[in-house]
């Protein structure tokens, strides 16, 4: 008789050995009754973080974690859904575009996004920075937005996998985040029961990510793949670059701003003047590939030149811009803030880093910049932190550019009162996450692999 | 700045790092604060399993132990104070002869012992067959019975290390409890909180132990040396073998009434009749043994064959016989039962197990034997249950005997009342762990090692 009880099942993952689904299955819904102990999750979470999970334990763990809440059906609205997910990097705002921009495309696109998670930003939390903005929408008026404007943008319903927030919870304290078949089900298990037909995930790579390697993300992308087709979703991962933050900005109105003109096709100094002298082409071009990806997926293009060539179209048109707006209007946010951006919460106080030697910019610790961000009160050291949207940075070099001493590196939007001891602190900190070298170095390509 | 917070401190150990002293000292104390969570010690528990922990750490954890509770001071009992502890063993009695031996022979023996776990018994249960025993003697009771006998043999105080008590209940339902470093400081901490100056470790080996291999057990065995030599005491440590039940009986009343009949250098059949046909010549032989090397760590003897020499004296001539009598009347214990051991709980009701076969016995699977006298009764499945002291075997052949076909294998001392049909499987179990060959087997030394 195979006796079900939580020792042996931690026992058993433990000595390398594999959980049968029952098992798997027990694990986590006696978990969410309250009725196996937390300590003991906690155990079996390590266990798994050493010894790893098999195809088909992933899968169990997936489907479990499924079944601890509600799915959605959203086969009343008509249209291929497909989604993106990033694993997340500094100055990542690619959702904000690329939702509408598949949306006018005519791909149907529920996105359900998080909110910042250590030195990465939330989409949920730059969408907040629009007036009224409600990121979340019962499933009702998701159908309705979904219906009407073709995206909508929302946060993790409670009754969406609960089992995902109540173990990221114990995750996030107990070390076992950095964990790839817990990753991939904590990914996989919200995408399925938001009801997507298709994903195409953005792995990031590099120093702004949290996967460093190059071998990391793969295994990673490779399991997503993986545990996507077994869970019968159409799936597709891209390899991406984050060894510098995407775009020219980093925190929250900033990077709202950038995605505006992005949308609006304007000339970036219109809204923010002069500050930018760098521009967002490594954006703009990795939201067109990972929109092409989706728009190939969902058979809306039948090649992938096609894809893309349909998704510059429809940002060159304004289209992508439309629907953004309609969405923004639907979600309850201030229109009039988002067409005059100039009203969201900025603020006059900043300072410009110099670099203290000439050169070319040739790398950068992107995670630095990130932590500097929530330093500076621009993200959360906890989950109860207020952030202060106001904070960020514009950049004024990317790598491989060329540097002259003295030259600005970075313009600082910093809070209303900062101790200067903190404020020198944090620039010797950013100084020494970059380095300057006296020949320019090729930096990797954007897109390095599609899996 | 060096933060203190759990998650840090489990990523550190997770990532194959060393945890400072102050870390493991923070993480014990807030343990027993109830400070830090009880999932947090597990996951920290797990990490320790698959990473183990240095020299340094183990000290550490093991001094943050022993300060969560009392430290018993023994300055006032005059001479050597030495213990031995036994990592568990089927019929394994020896405490109940060493402790007065030693004492006879002029050691101060605060014996700190346990009950049963697992398929092993406990000496506080065996004790517990005589009337009225008191294991839980105050620290004032224990000075008394410690100064007047020279030994006492108690259970471990609820003010000695309750950090050991609290994670092994954790450990225990979260499968780390087969970890060396964690079982060292776990014994040691006791052993040093109950004022011992030196400590000699009877490291069981084989099948009817929980080290089943020489190399885990030597592990063990090297580790509790190490750590007894930083916490400044006197360790030596003897590997032993445990492939069979250590004399003739397995069960409280029977395993107390061998350890009678030896203390009292009596012809066994004069309690037990003609059932006992097997001797108790290992048991006796390790007993000596291990007292010896007690003596001679306690300078009582000037070398081990002068110290051995001791022991036979000191238990022929009948003195380690009226110490056991005199600590059993000092802790309340009924010295009537004692001196009249018929009068323990026993049954009448028995029946015997023969063999299938002839041959020769080669080998057992004796931690079988322990789990069918707990399947019978005469052990625990949960903290809770209660033990019917007259369950048991006598074995009539130990390995290396000849058996002849339908010769008697044991003779079971049986419930009241038992289902034949659960009988017959406990029959075929039996008979499962035991291999009858045609050629005589040697057996392994009964001393392995010494360390």
Redesign the interface.
């Known amino acids: 008789m195979l006796e079900i009880n ?2 042996s099942i ?2 058993t993952k ?1 000595d390398g050995k594999e959980n049968s689904e029952a098992q798997i299955q027990w694990m986590i819904q006696s978990f969410i009754k309250g009725e196996v ?11 798994i ?2 010894q790893g999970m098999t195809a088909s334990e992933t899968l169990a763990l997936t489907k479990a974690m499924i079944q601890s809440g509600e799915r959605y059906d959203l086969n009343q609205i008509s249209g291929v859904k497909i989604d993106k997910h990033s694993t997340g990097g500094v100055g990542d705002k690619v959702s904000l575009i690329l939702a509408p921009l598949a949306a006018a495309c005519g791909l149907k696109v529920p996105m359900m996004s998080g909110r910042g998670l250590g030195f990465t930003g939330g989409t949920l939390d730059k969408l907040e920075c629009i007036s009224r903005f409600n990121v979340g929408l019962t499933y009702d008026l998701l159908m309705q937005v979904l219906h009407k404007v073709g995206f909508a943008m929302i946060g993790q319903s409670e009754n969406i996998v609960p089992a995902d927030k109540k173990l990221y919870a ?1 995750r ?5 985040v950095e964990c790839i078949p817990l990753i991939a089900a904590s990914i996989l298990s919200k995408k399925v029961a938001e009801g997507s037909d298709g994903l195409v995930f953005d792995v990031k790579v590099g120093s702004g990510a949290f996967m460093k390697t190059k071998e990391k993300a793969k295994t990673l992308a490779k399991t997503l793949i993986r545990l996507g087709k077994n869970l019968e979703i159409n799936c597709r991962a891209l390899l991406t670059q984050m060894e510098q933050p995407l775009g020219y900005a980093v925190g929250h109105s900033l990077e709202l701003i950038e995605c505006i003109e992005i949308l609006k096709n304007e000339d970036h100094s219109k809204i923010l003047g002069t500050l930018v002298t760098s521009g967002s082409g490594d954006l703009k071009e990795l939201t067109i590939q990972l929109t092409a990806h989706m728009l190939e997926l969902g058979k809306i293009s039948r090649n992938l030149k096609e894809a893309r060539q349909l998704a510059y179209k429809k940002l060159a048109d304004g289209s992508a811009w439309k629907k953004f707006l309609a969405m923004v209007q639907e979600q309850g946010g201030s229109t009039d803030q988002v067409l005059n951006p100039k009203t969201l919460p900025l603020t006059q106080n900043t300072c410009v880093w110099k670099a203290k030697k000439a050169g070319f910019l040739s790398q950068m610790h992107t995670e630095v910049i990130g932590k500097i961000l929530i330093e500076l009160g621009g993200g959360r050291k906890k989950v109860t932190d207020t952030i202060d949207y106001r904070i960020g940075f514009i950049f004024h070099k990317k790598l491989g550019s060329r540097v002259g001493q003295d030259e600005p590196l970075t313009t600082v939007f910093l809070p209303d009162a900062i101790n200067p001891q903190i404020l020198d602190d944090l620039e010797s900190y950013f100084h020494s996450a970059l380095e300057i070298t006296p020949q320019r170095k090729t930096s990797s390509k954007l897109i390095l692999e599609v899996i």
């Open positions: 939580p020792a931690i026992q433990r102990a937390d300590y003991q999750i906690t155990a079996w979470l390590m266990a973080y050493f114990l996030d304290v107990t070390g076992t």
